[in-house]
């Protein structure tokens, strides 16, 4: 069963701006510190933003000032806005749900969705 899902990625122009969406089940949402993440071809997985249940955010230098990570705990649902998007943006995005409520913690990983930043 799918547990976490994106949405939201597609093609778009230097400064332009996306929204990304991602949907999961509510006992993982619920204790789970929400993430995204992306990978660019030929590189590793970098984390892009994290939100806790509480609203606590958090941000790569890279992205800080221009995505915005934001949660909907009555819908389960995790969101990314990113603005002035720039070539180097172009990766597949994934969203993570790091669960925190329990021992041993567990990280979900939803199957990406791509972002391409081109002219």
């Known amino acids: 069963q799918v547990q976490v899902a994106e949405s939201g990625g597609g093609l778009v122009q230097p400064g332009g701006s996306l929204r990304l969406s991602c949907a999961a089940s509510g006992s993982i949402f619920s204790g789970s510190r929400m993430g995204w993440y992306r990978q660019a071809p030929g590189k590793q997985r970098e984390l892009v933003a994290t939100i806790t249940g509480d609203g606590t955010r958090n941000y790569a230098d890279a992205v800080r000032g221009r995505f915005t990570i934001s949660r909907d705990n009555a819908k389960n649902t995790v969101y990314l806005q990113m603005n002035s998007l720039k070539p180097e943006d172009t990766a597949v995005y994934y969203c993570?749900?790091?669960?925190?409520?329990?021992?041993?913690?567990?990280?979900?990983w939803g199957q990406g969705t791509q972002v391409t930043v081109s002219s």
């Open positions: 993570n749900a790091y669960f925190t409520s329990g021992w041993p913690t567990i990280n979900y």
